[in-house]
């Protein structure tokens, strides 16, 4: 049976309930009425006089209701019957109406729209949320209600208290109709995926959901220039932040974790030499031309770099701050959370090309093939996915192109050579202990006018300041996070910081050579 046809059965089966409904209301009223003057006229006729207060008032009601209904809303007491029996038929009318829309929509969309769907997690899918956020009417009103955990903002007060997160209100919405580039389109939400993603811990708010777009025509190319419009504008964007991603809980697919400040990197501070050379190699490899060039050598378009040095010397910063210099997203990939080879490389085969892929400590993970064999190493589980599986992601056959392989380390010694060979590693950079001009440039950055430290200091006496505080930090002795937990204390007065740093100095330097002394004796008792 057609549509059509079934409809129209449906239509006729409810005006057939809804005469019938009138009917029969109209029916019982007409019978209350009579019945009651019936009855009181045989009581009148029984009992006399003495009976009729009793149903006098019954029929009074009635004879009230009819005169104030005729006269006020000039409605025959019969008409009720229609009313009361339009009431019955209200709701299903109202499920006609809308399921004749719905019908009628699902045809509109196939005969006249045209649609691009993107699924959630997808970073087209973010640019697009991120443009109809950007451009929602000022008074917008719906809202999703997130409690920020593990971000305290500004609010110092509530930081100090454990259960006063603050709350951060990101615009809801399922269905939005625009208005880019002279055409209309509708952007349909997945409401199923905007629950799973509300679900999860990690969600900021914009992305994660299926996206439907249309627009009015046959053709789709219309949505591809506003998708367009979205990733030109989410790029603007990018400047000012960088986009982490990582798998989501079930490893199934890469979502945005976070969406951080951009880290200038003036604000790394290694040797200056080693930072200009890494731009200058970096720069170079996003050129273009030079992808042309490999490409026209048959030699693989990629590039894998080598951050190591001791703990908190600002491998992970330098790492965030290339992703805001060069304006791309950054993926962390958590080796031991990573279930098999196969898992691993369909995690590589969904990071798009231009892009930082980034793997921490990864001498925590396997420290050379001979270890891997072993289940645990330093009381850890060692990760299901093998080196093997790892080095054919980095430079097999079936390995993608185009983007920025970043690992960190504490211990290059332990990693097997076949993992920084070059082709995987085509450049190492250390990052030490922190220098005396290192040591001058942080304090600079840390009591720069510039940065909204307000004194009454002018920059010469700032940078006196910075001389007299770097020379009493030793080469080479401290970690530059040690030094920035220092300024973490004085950040209210500069004078503060640089008559104080020769006693904390002291005392970093006594604590290292206590823990030193902690190894050596340890490694004798071992051996
Ligand atoms: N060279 C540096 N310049 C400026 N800040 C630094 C530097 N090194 C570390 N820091 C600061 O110290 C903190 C820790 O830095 P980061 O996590 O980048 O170090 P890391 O080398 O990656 O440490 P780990 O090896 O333990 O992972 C950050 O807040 C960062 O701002």
Not at 142 to 165: C, M, P, W, Y
Not at 334 to 362: G, H, N, R, W, Y
Not at 481 to 503: C, K, N, R, T, V
Request: aromatic letters at 10%; hydrophobic letters at 40%.
């Amino acid at each position: 049976m057609s549509d059509g046809k079934r409809m129209f059965d449906w239509f006729a089966l409810h005006v057939v309930r809804f005469y019938c409904l009138r009917r029969l209301t109209m029916m019982w009223l007409d019978n209350m009425i009579s019945y009651t003057r019936r009855d009181m006229a045989h009581h009148i006729h029984a009992g006399g006089v003495a009976s009729r207060p009793l149903l006098e008032p019954c029929f009074q009601g009635f004879v009230l209701i009819r005169e104030v209904l005729s006269r006020c809303l000039e409605l025959d007491i019969t008409q009720i019957g229609s009313i009361v029996a339009i009431a019955g038929v209200l709701p299903t009318a109202w499920r006609f109406l809308r399921r004749t829309w719905d019908e009628a929509y699902a045809w509109i969309r196939h005969c006249f729209l045209a649609s691009v769907t993107i699924p959630g997690g997808d970073p087209l899918n973010r640019s697009v949320v991120e443009w109809i956020l950007a451009n929602r009417p000022r008074n917008y009103r719906s809202f999703t209600g997130l409690t920020e955990v593990g971000n305290v903002g500004i609010d110092r007060a509530a930081a100090l208290k454990k259960t006063q997160h603050p709350v951060r209100y990101c615009p809801h919405w399922d269905t939005r109709w625009l208005w880019c580039n002279g055409n209309a389109f509708l952007v349909v939400r997945s409401s199923d995926s905007h629950n799973v993603s509300l679900s999860n811990p990690n969600y900021d708010g914009i992305g994660g959901e299926e996206l439907t777009i249309s627009c009015f025509g046959w053709s789709a190319e219309p949505v591809k220039q506003f998708i367009k419009a979205c990733r030109d504008y989410a790029e603007t964007q990018t400047q000012f932040f960088v986009i982490i991603y990582s798998r989501d809980r079930y490893g199934l697919a890469w979502q945005p974790k976070a969406r951080k400040p951009i880290r200038l990197l003036d604000t790394v501070h290694f040797d200056n030499k080693i930072k200009q050379e890494l731009l200058a190699d970096i720069r170079n490899y996003l050129d273009p031309r030079t992808q042309k060039r490999y490409q026209t050598r048959s030699m693989p378009y990629r590039r894998g770099y080598l951050f190591y040095g001791p703990p908190g010397t600002g491998k992970s910063s330098l790492s965030l701050a290339i992703a805001g210099e060069f304006g791309l997203d950054l993926y962390e990939v958590k080796i031991p959370s990573v279930a098999t080879d196969a898992d691993l490389e369909q995690m590589f085969q969904d990071i798009p090309p231009k892009c930082v892929v980034l793997l921490e400590d990864i001498d925590a993970v396997w420290m050379d093939r001979s270890n891997s064999q072993k289940n645990v190493h330093d009381g850890q589980p060692l990760p299901n996915c093998t080196l093997s599986g790892l080095l054919n992601v980095l430079d097999g056959v079936g390995s993608q192109e185009g983007r920025i392989v970043i690992m960190t380390t504490n211990r290059l010694e332990a990693l097997d050579s076949a993992l920084v060979r070059p082709g995987r590693i085509d450049m190492k950079v250390y990052l030490g202990n922190i220098s005396q001009k290192s040591s001058k440039e942080m304090f600079l950055r840390m009591f720069s006018p510039d940065l909204g430290f307000k004194s009454c200091l002018d920059m010469n006496e700032i940078d006196n300041l910075a001389t007299e505080f770097a020379n009493q930090i030793p080469d080479d002795k401290i970690t530059p996070s040690s030094l920035q937990g220092f300024f973490q204390q004085h950040l209210d007065s500069p004078y503060e910081a640089a008559s104080l740093i020769g006693g904390w100095v002291k005392e970093e330097l006594a604590k290292n050579s206590d823990k030193e002394f902690e190894v050596i004796t340890g490694n004798e008792n071992e051996s």
